[in-house]
């Protein structure tokens, strides 16, 4: 009897269930003969609540009596269902009773049980998940994040491993929501490294984008009416089953080209193509993958260092979302025919911990408690210690560095996130004198009626780069930047199937493609001459490689290769070429960075926070370092060696370089950070220890003469981020600050732009310098003395978007006006001007005056 047990997945949309016999069995439990049972809840007038497609037959009648999604509402007391209000526990304990009776049915009792959560759940989320199944008559339950339940399921049942060390990420879409996990195996267990994910992104909104493609043929039609605004239970009947339909032909295009779909009150089916579902899908999806990768960088991880991608939930059986993540992270996910089914089942194989067995030591054990309440304290942003007290005395260094030389003998393989070096800018240029917006000339308009997939921008000195895809092609227009006249325009650059975006450089313009389904090298990178917009010469790229821009030189770093190339950004010519270093273990990988100069982090940045324009100077060093832990210094412009050192660095570590030092951060905990001299390459400097072994370190930057910044957080949640300046020379902490939700920072003057939830814009004293109302913004870099602050987060929807100017050095603030109906996502912009994609148009605005 102790060998049976079910293992259950709480889900948005839909609950799972698998049961376990003692021999190892295992077969997921039926509701109404599925396996998959709706989560939605429904009350009727007598008070009792009903669950599964029970609750979505009733809701036909009274929809407020109904709760499609209860997990939705977790963070609520109560949830009003017609004319009462409901507890969520009530809501979830409905659905695990649902659970309960049909594993008594399967087996005459009610086996112990195993729930799943969202990693990201803390515990009062999980507290509530307890007391439904208390309240549901099940026995104490166990809990497990989703994530590792995942997990578990990929070691044990599909036989993947996972060394010691090493992380997968977890891809779980469903169908209200996306989750995305690294999971680390640890020796002892796996434990979540991070997580992330989108609550408004699921199989249903790929549904409903679907139905609005469908309804731009049906619009005006009395049977649309009908669906869209339902007035009768007919009308309610019939909208469900134009979204069954809908979400059948879906599937249906995993199989076929094209699929039927009925619309009621219609006499003829209309069809969905393959070609439109992907089209429909791309840019929701696009959206799944960009927070996949997110996740993944936040870890402190490359992808090709994950031993795999395991995608889960119903809504990943999509074809595109594998092309997809695929093609943009390098790596082949794995998913299965029934990817609902893994954590329930994956729950089952995750072991319990350790029972107490010292329970006679009562009196020792008592001051455990104590003990664990600063590690749960740590998950707040708390005062630092004094700054001097971690750094000051040689005792904290001698340690950093025995824990640093044991993390590297036992090979823990945290992965290697090559921060883009900053040099830091000597001072400030004058403010922008900020003016009201005026469009400049009239918006370049796109040719032709095609359908129009994506549009890109980007900015170099007067001249904006606009580019659009329609039926694959890449089309672009070069526009001059204070008159909004072509230079030349509709230059067809190539054709493919995710065109990745543009940089623009004064020598060339690069984009770059996705080809889905071409192999490793299923990238591609066009350079196009900016005089006449001329395609120079293309290039085959893997997925992550990378390109560094120099004056009239651009170099590959090829993962695949093992090598870093130099070429001539005009012909396309290989100039010289340099292998990686293999280790001892014949390994040959390495991280290759460029040195950034004043004028690269001084004048515009893009969104991400990278110059808008690279290598607007004369810094020609390119560094690498490799597997066998040595630094090689390059000058790009001849390919040579221009230095050397053995001993730095190792996978995990994270690097800066800045006004003639090169930073290296340790992956250990605590992190410390040295300096190596980039002109003697001589003993390097400890410069800082973090104060709390707890702090895990995400990024590096430059923030004012002899500064650097840090942002870390509390193990990889967000939440606990935090942003610190070290003084370099006096190896020391000046302040600290808690920046919850934080992921970036960028570079302004001798301040620093914090970004990721919001914008906060610290001084060289570490406080706030926007104003309250400008703090809810994304601010974006002008030049070292100005910002640009957009209201609210820049989306690839159309949208009007506010825009005020600030005055960098006391965040005073000049209203601007509004981007009218503009893709936030798609803009750029110079000290003057911002060029965005408006609706089948390019807009030029003007924000400064002369």
Request: hydrophobic content about 40%; glycine content about 10%.
């Amino acid at each position: 009897m102790d060998g049976f047990g079910v293992g259950v997945d709480l889900g948005t949309s839909n609950t799972v269930a698998v049961l376990r016999w003692p021999d190892g069995r295992t077969r997921p439990l039926l509701h109404d003969g599925a396996p998959i049972m709706p989560s939605g809840v429904f009350l009727d007038e007598a008070g009792r609540l009903h669950v599964g497609r029970d609750a979505q037959r009733m809701a036909q009648l009274d929809p407020a009596r109904f709760e499609p999604n209860p997990k939705r509402r977790v963070d609520e007391a109560a949830v009003l269902l017609g004319d009462r209000e409901v507890p969520v526990a009530d809501l979830f304990a409905a659905l695990l009773g649902a659970v309960g009776r049909a594993a008594v049915e399967a087996v005459g009792f009610l086996p112990p049980a195993v729930l799943t959560y969202p990693a990201a759940w803390g515990p009062v989320r999980r507290e509530i998940l307890t007391r439904a199944a208390a309240r549901a008559g099940w026995p104490p339950v166990r809990l497990v994040p989703e994530p590792v339940a995942a997990t578990r399921y990929f070691t044990g049942v599909l036989r993947r491993p996972v060394p010691v060390g090493s992380s997968i990420a977890v891809f779980d879409f469903g169908g209200g929501t996306l989750d995305v996990a690294v999971v680390r195996n640890d020796g002892t267990g796996f434990t979540v490294l991070g997580s992330g994910g989108i609550e408004d992104l699921g199989g249903l909104d790929i549904d409903a984008a679907l139905v609005d493609h469908l309804g731009a043929t049906l619009r005006g039609s009395v049977a649309w009416a009908a669906l869209t605004r339902p007035g009768t239970a007919t009308d309610r009947r019939n909208r469900r089953v134009f979204w069954d339909d809908v979400r059948g032909a879906k599937e249906m295009l995993s199989r076929a080209t094209a699929a039927p779909v009925a619309v009621p009150g219609v006499e003829d089916a209309v069809h969905l193509t393959r070609e439109e579902l992907e089209r429909v899908a791309g840019p929701l999806l696009r959206r799944a993958v960009y927070e996949t990768a997110g996740v993944i960088s936040r870890c402190g991880l490359r992808p090709d260092h994950l031993a795999g991608l395991f995608l889960v939930g119903g809504s990943s059986r999509l074809p595109l979302a594998a092309r997809m993540l695929h093609a943009e992270l390098g790596v082949a996910p794995t998913v299965l025919e029934q990817p609902e089914l893994p954590v329930a089942e994956g729950a089952l194989a995750e072991p319990p911990p350790p029972a107490p067995v010292a329970v006679p030591a009562a009196p020792v054990a008592a001051p455990a408690a104590p003990v664990a309440a600063p590690a749960s304290s740590q998950e707040t942003i708390a005062l630092p210690p004094p700054p001097v007290a971690a750094p000051a005395s040689s005792p904290p260094a001698r340690p950093w560095h025995r824990r640093r030389l044991v993390w590297v003998a036992a090979a823990v393989v945290v992965a290697l996130v090559a921060t883009l070096a900053l040099v830091l800018v000597s001072r400030d240029p004058s403010p922008v004198r900020f003016a009201d917006l005026a469009v400049v000339g009239q918006p370049f308009a796109v040719t032709g009626d095609g359908y129009v997939s994506e549009q890109f921008t980007a900015v170099v000195g007067d001249r904006a780069y606009a580019g659009y895809v329609t039926n694959k092609e890449l089309r672009l227009t070069a526009l001059d930047t204070g008159t909004a006249k072509p230079v030349w325009k509709d230059r067809v650059v190539g054709s493919g199937d995710n065109w990745v975006g543009l940089v623009a450089t004064p020598d060339a313009v690069v984009a770059t493609v996705d080809r889905y389904g071409s192999g490793d090298r299923s990238r591609t990178a066009y350079v196009v001459d900016p005089a006449d917009g001329r395609v120079r010469w293309s290039k085959p790229l893997d997925t992550y490689d990378e390109l560094f821009y120099f004056d009239r030189i651009v170099v590959l770093a090829s993962r695949r290769d093992h090598a870093v190339r130099g070429f001539d950004l005009a012909s396309g010519a290989s100039k010289w070429s340099h292998d990686y270093p293999r280790n001892e273990y014949g390994s040959q990988n390495a991280v290759v960075f460029d040195v950034p100069t004043d004028a690269d982090v001084s004048g515009p940045a893009r969104l991400d926070g990278a110059p808008a324009a690279p290598d607007r100077g004369d810094d020609h060093r390119l560094l690498m370092v490799s597997d066998d832990k040595s630094l090689q210094v390059y000058d790009v412009r001849t390919g040579k060696r221009t230095g050397k050192r053995g001993g730095v660095g190792a996978s995990g570590d994270t690097y800066l370089a800045h006004a003639g030092q090169l930073y290296v951060a340790t992956g250990a905990q605590p992190y410390g950070i040295v300096a190596y001299d980039l002109d003697k390459l001589d003993k390097p400097q400890i410069i800082y220890t973090a104060p709390d072994g707890n702090r895990r370190l995400q990024r590096m930057s430059a923030c004012g003469e002899g500064r650097l910044c840090v942002l870390d957080t509390a193990g990889s949640a967000d939440k606990t981020a935090e942003v610190a300046a070290i003084d370099v020379a006096a190896g020391r902490q000046v302040w600290r600050r808690a920046a919850p939700g934080a992921t970036g920072l960028t570079p302004v003057g001798d301040r620093i732009l914090v970004t990721g939830a919001g914008s906060l814009f610290l001084g060289r004293d570490g406080k706030p310098v926007l104003k309250p109302e400008d703090r809810r913004g994304t601010a974006l870099r002008v030049n070292s003395a100005s910002l640009l602050v957009l209201s609210g987060a820049p989306s690839t929807s159309l949208a009007d978007i506010g825009l005020v100017g600030v005055d960098a050095t006391d965040g005073g603030r000049t209203p601007l006006g509004t981007l009218s109906k503009a893709h936030g996502k798609s803009c750029s912009w110079n000290e003057y001007a911002i060029v965005c994609a408006t609706d089948k148009a390019f807009t030029i605005w003007r924000f400064a005056g002369s």
